[in-house]
């Protein structure tokens, strides 16, 4: 490698860049400042992002093939770059307020959370299946130090400990997966193994098959889809909220992200068995999402298996296994971020903190004593639930309109049917919010702090205005799917 | 000029706005003041009616005033403007008489494009005339029946969104932004029922509202879906043409044709509470009485017929569909009026009456006559909205009571009330010359003489409307007539509504009389000029209807209209004879069949049925599957498994790991399954 191409292959990574510098800066910067001060780590990561998505708006659309392939910068890039950035965005708003009622605002947290999110930025630029484990790695080990972060708290280090032991556990079955793929075609770089499969008949080839099959079930775990979705609840629960917010829609993008671009670039002529057996995981996870949801009284439980059953939906436009599905599962994502932060940030401020919990309970009547909280926790519930006109409506007519295309009648029935289903628990806080009388001690919400308010800001008006106008979202999904699809 | 049309659902969002700043920034700041002044006094929240505090300053403060004025007045510049652009229409000649207002593409991808655009139509003009006219009135109405409540801007911000998504609903030009306005007039619905949260019966009937609407709408979004993947497009200028195209060429089967309509007719069953799914509409009644009229009689329920009507071109490619449309429809008809027959809540009556004149629409499309049902979607807006207005102002003077053994002789009390309650009566009843019986007597017809009719159907029409005219007539008798039976206290109180609620109630009899003059059949002499009118919008389909196979004489038309008229009167005779020559007789029937009496007053206990076996076994199956995945999956299989594949001494050490383990081989086992699947499936 000349520098020349070095130089270039940094171009690639700029938003990489500024968010570890930023995160390092946060990490030195704690030294200098006291204890009460450290909310102000809030704001600077948030500088450092909002500058890094400047930087992939500036040149996020010019395509550069950095490292010698092992990394690329497409449209496709750049499109869950600005997902896992927005994400990031609106969870670190929400932290500052969060860390300071739960008394856990430190430096480091902000640094792992940057940290993790260069992980995922790096995930979603992958072309070779060596970055895309460094990345997947660099995403997961902040988060497990994030779910546990809150190291006082029993269920946190519960969670904690959970997810690390069964996400090593599944990172073994990914390496192994890709070990196999190697020994089986003798690349790691997604295009090699496309060209590999291109020539020979990989489906007689146990390797390869056993390689795909590992493969999958390391992603599956890292998407939770069933049967490798046992840690959510436990993990989604313990985390502290804005963490959980983050975890549903950051790192769940990214691994997405890297699906995708191994379905389209590595098995372009996709294995018919392999989308049969995604077809069966989507349903089966829908399902289990949605009837686990039903039955939870705890909103931030329930919260966590529908994100179960969200990642089912989004399955379904890949199972469609085209442009279009792929496109609108771009789209799910997006949107799917937006509102599920928002609801996180709702449950967030109406609850009193840890301690007391989530309990459904702890939701009667707010939605009369605080009109404005209840009615954007309705907005974004609606839009969990698939309801026009929010963008959660447009994104679940467009997966199942991709599935109907593709003559997948049976899939869109099931679908459709878990989708009228959930709309019941999404629902059921409402009927709790503003049809049952306030509990006899009233719940405080917490004040609401500027961040917490313009995040709560962004959320809401992306979720109404993307449900009005989709076009730009998804016209940006379109030019980024056919940028992996052409290239 | 017909642009303007943007501005009829436009207004009401515009009233939606200023309520809701109003009700965010004055009203909600002096709410909580005024609970933090009860709670230091000790003072109990009063009744949901509010009677006894309007001395507090909240009552009067300007805002309400505000609000007394935009909340009316946008849905009646709404009104306006819809009647510029509708009679703009009427001056096209027949053929053109179609007007779409694009305002932007919503979802594109490939050749497939939904936009939110406006379609004006002959039905879609009916329809919005009918939503603003009636919704203007029922707006002033509540000026005065909500005045004493505290949630006054909450209200009207609920009842102009209300409207907005109705307008949105009926002038879509496609079925996704259809589908769009269907939801959210659901959602205003329940939040309306829902109003007096404090009432736990409202909170309760609010949710089942919403869990029986489920139902319908994933039948309407699967009906969507399959039409979408069949036709290829959701727009109702495309949707249509095409559908014949491929009807003509074979490609569209009678088979998918009844698949997607009956799918639809789900939502429709849903929406218009018709049988099975009715029941959500009774208990809908917890909600103030204005948006009973509005919502639950008069516009939201009617958005099933409106739906089938708007795809007459598809039910008529299946003629199974219009005959489960039509069976339903009358055996809803007939089915709910005798529920009405015993019930003693004045708007509990109503509201059986509601679902039973649904019924009546649908048995109209189910025959094919389309034009009869939106004409009975109509005059049934102005007599039910007029009923249940009447019966507010009723509730409004009694101090909330509704029980009619408890009212008697309000006659002389409340004048305009009675007069008006009494005209809407004679509508509904079919008595000839009021609105009711132009469109009841023509759907009657139809259902006899359509092709797709049948003799049946017609019987089933002709006895519900017997039992139509008795129940109706019951309520009148019980609650006006004789002697009062009110306790001395209410007598005190009894008092004429003000005139920001009569007039209305005036306004709405004169069109419950006159309001069937536009479609006299030609055999009375007229020119039917509304069947005339609706002609292009179901032109298309007719083309799909097979020729009459009998030409039924005139006097045989005449003879069942004058036997239909027999009919109602002896209804209303026998209701006579029962409630005012003998008013012991009713409990000596009662005595006399105590199980069918029992039966047909607790509503046939279709709740009770439904709780046993659909609401329950949901719940217990919900629950059970969550623990198959979670303790059978988890802890039986997967520790069976486990052991295996472990050794069995492992199965202690399981105990002290916790659930990690058996997660770890869950995954395990997922991935055996992916990894065999994957190679020897």
């Not at chain 1, 660099?138 to 997810?163: C, M, N, Q, T």
């Not at chain 1, 690349?187 to 146990?206: C, D, M, P, Y």
């Not at chain 1, 009109?371 to 639930?385: D, K």
Request: include cysteine; proline fraction near 4%.
């Amino acid at each position: 490698m000349d520098l020349q191409s070095i130089l270039l292959s940094l171009k690639a990574i700029v938003p990489e860049m500024i968010l570890t510098a930023t995160g390092c800066l946060v990490l030195l910067y704690d030294l200098l400042i006291p204890e009460e001060n450290r909310g102000v780590h809030a704001g600077i990561s948030a500088v450092g992002v909002i500058t890094a998505l400047f930087s992939v708006l500036w040149f996020g659309s010019e395509r550069i093939e950095a490292f010698s392939g092992m990394l690329a910068q497409d449209t496709f890039g750049s499109f869950f770059t600005v997902v896992v950035l927005v994400s990031l965005l609106l969870t670190l708003m929400l932290s500052r307020s969060y860390n300071d009622w739960e008394g856990i605002q430190k430096g480091e947290f902000y640094a792992l959370l940057l940290f993790s999110s260069v992980g995922m930025l790096v995930m979603a630029k992958a072309t070779d299946m060596m970055t895309i484990f460094l990345g997947l790695e660099l995403l997961s080990i902040p988060i497990y130090v994030l779910v546990g972060f809150d190291r006082k708290r029993l269920s946190s280090v519960e969670g904690a400990l959970k997810y690390f032991l069964l996400g090593a556990f599944a990172t073994g079955f990914l390496l192994y997966g890709m070990a196999l793929l190697y020994a089986a075609t003798g690349a790691t770089s997604l295009s090699g193994i496309a060209a590999f499969a291109g020539k020979e008949n990989v489906f007689g080839n146990t390797l390869f098959l056993a390689g795909t099959a590992l493969l999958f079930v390391g992603f599956g775990f890292k998407v939770s889809l069933v049967p490798f979705h046992m840690w959510t609840p436990d993990a989604y629960q313990g985390a502290p909220t804005p963490v959980t917010a983050f975890m549903s829609a950051g790192p769940k993008a990214a691994a997405f992200a890297a699906v995708i671009r191994v379905l389209v670039v590595a098995f372009p002529e996709s294995h018919p068995f392999l989308l049969k057996g995604l077809w069966v995981v989507a349903a089966l996870t829908m399902t289990v999402g949605n009837v686990s949801a039903l039955v939870q009284d705890d909103v931030k439980r329930m919260l966590a298996y529908s994100s179960i059953a969200h990642a089912g939906y989004v399955l379904v436009g890949l199972v469609s296994g085209d442009r279009l599905g792929g496109q609108a599962a771009m789209y799910y994502l997006f949107v799917y971020s937006l509102m599920n932060i928002g609801a996180f940030a709702i449950v967030m401020l109406l609850s009193e903190g840890e301690e007391r919990g989530y309990a459904i309970e702890n939701f009667r009547g707010v939605g009369f004593r605080y009109p404005v909280l209840g009615a954007l926790m309705t907005v974004f519930l609606v839009s969990l639930g698939g309801i026009p006109p929010t963008a959660g409506f447009v994104g679940k007519f467009y997966l199942f309109s991709a599935a109907v295309k593709k003559g997948l009648i049976l899939l869109t029935v099931i679908g459709v049917l878990n989708s009228a289903a959930s709309v019941y628990y999404y629902l059921r806080v409402v009927v709790y919010m503003y049809m049952l009388p306030e509990r006899a001690e009233e719940v405080r919400p917490r004040p609401v702090g500027v961040g917490v308010a313009l995040a709560l800001f962004i959320a809401t008006v992306g979720v109404i205005a993307l449900g009005i106008f989709p076009k730009g979202l998804l016209s940006f999904a379109e030019s980024s799917i056919l940028s992996i699809f052409l290239s | 000029m017909l642009r303007i049309l943007w501005l009829v659902p436009a207004l009401p969002l515009l009233g939606v706005i200023i309520n809701g700043i109003l009700a965010l920034f004055f009203e909600r700041p002096l709410l909580l003041r005024k609970y933090y002044e009860d709670l230091e006094k000790g003072v109990h929240e009063e009744d949901s009616h509010g009677h006894g505090a309007e001395d507090h300053p909240l009552f009067h403060h300007w805002y309400r005033q505000l609000v007394s004025i935009t909340g009316p007045s946008v849905v009646g510049a709404a009104f306006f403007v819809a009647l510029v652009c509708v009679l703009i229409l009427v001056k096209r000649p027949p053929h053109e008489r179609v007007f779409q207002l694009d305002l932007f593409t919503w979802i594109q991808s490939g050749e497939f494009r939904t936009a939110f655009s406006l379609y004006l139509d002959p039905l879609s003009s009916v329809m919005i005339l009918v939503v603003t006219g009636v919704g203007f009135l029922i707006h002033v109405y509540s000026v005065g029946y909500m005045a004493h409540e505290k949630g006054y801007a909450r209200y009207f911000v609920y009842l102009n969104l209300f409207t907005f998504a109705m307008l949105v609903l009926v002038l879509a030009s496609n079925y996704l932004l259809l589908f769009v306005g269907w939801e959210a007039v659901g959602l205003c619905s329940y939040l309306l029922i829902g109003y007096w949260y404090e009432k736990k019966s409202a909170s309760d009937a609010g949710k089942k509202a919403f869990i029986v609407n489920r139902v319908g709408d994933f039948g309407f979004a699967l009906g969507m879906f399959l039409l979408f993947w069949t036709v290829g497009s959701l727009n109702f200028s495309e949707v249509f043409p095409k559908a014949l195209e491929m009807w003509e060429a074979g490609t569209l089967t009678p088979a998918v044709a009844t698949a997607i309509t009956l799918l639809l007719f789900v939502g429709a069953t849903g929406k218009s509470a018709q049988i099975p799914l009715y029941v959500w509409l009774p208990d809908a009644m917890e909600g103030p009485t204005p948006v009973s009229a509005l919502i639950h009689a008069a516009t939201m329920v009617t958005a099933g017929v409106y739906m089938v009507a708007r795809s007459n071109v598809l039910y008529l490619m299946s003629p199974t569909t219009l005959t489960v449309v039509a069976v339903i429809g009358g055996a809803t008809a007939l089915f709910a009026a005798t529920i009405g027959v015993a019930q003693n809540d004045m708007k509990r009556v109503l509201a059986y009456s509601t679902v039973s004149q649904l019924g009546y629409m649908f048995l109209a499309c189910g025959v094919g006559a389309f034009t009869a049902g939106i004409f009975h979607l109509m005059t049934h807006a102005f007599f039910k909205a007029l009923l249940f207005l009447g019966s507010g102002s009723v509730m409004h003077a009694l101090a909330g009571e509704l029980d009619i053994r408890k009212m008697g002789g309000l006659k002389k009390y409340m004048p305009v009330t009675f007069w008006t309650f009494f005209l809407a009566t004679l509508a509904i009843s079919g008595i000839p010359g009021f609105s009711g019986f132009f469109s009841k007597d023509e759907i009657l017809w139809r259902a006899f003489s359509s092709p797709f009719g049948g003799k049946v159907f017609w019987l089933l029409g002709t006895v519900a409307a017997f039992v139509t005219a008795f129940y109706m007539f019951r309520m009148v008798f019980l609650a006006f007539f004789g002697e009062t039976r009110l306790s001395p206290e209410l007598k005190e109180h009894v008092h004429e509504s003000p005139k920001v609620m009569t007039v209305p109630l005036m306004i709405l009899a004169v069109l419950s009389v006159v309001g069937g003059f536009v479609g006299i059949p030609p055999i009375l002499g007229g020119s039917n000029r509304f069947e005339h009118f609706l002609e292009p919008v179901f032109e298309k389909g007719a083309e799909l209807v097979p020729a009459a196979p009998h030409h039924f004489s005139h006097s045989l038309e005449l003879g069942l209209m004058v036997l239909a008229v027999l009919v109602a009167a002896a209804g209303i005779y026998l209701a006579y004879h029962f409630y005012m020559k003998k008013p012991e007789l009713p409990g000596k029937v009662a005595e006399k069949y105590p199980v069918l009496y029992d039966v047909v007053a607790n509503k046939y206990y279709v709740d009770e049925i439904y709780h046993a076996i659909v609401v329950y076994p949901v719940y217990r199956f919900s629950v059970f599957l969550w623990e198959v995945f979670d303790v059978l999956v988890v802890d039986g299989i997967v520790n069976g498994v486990g052991r295996v594949l472990l050794g069995t001494g492992q199965a202690v050490r399981r105990l002290q790991t916790g659930v990690v383990h058996t997660y770890a081989v869950s995954l395990l086992i997922g991935a055996v399954i992916l990894v065999g699947y994957l190679i020897f499936g």
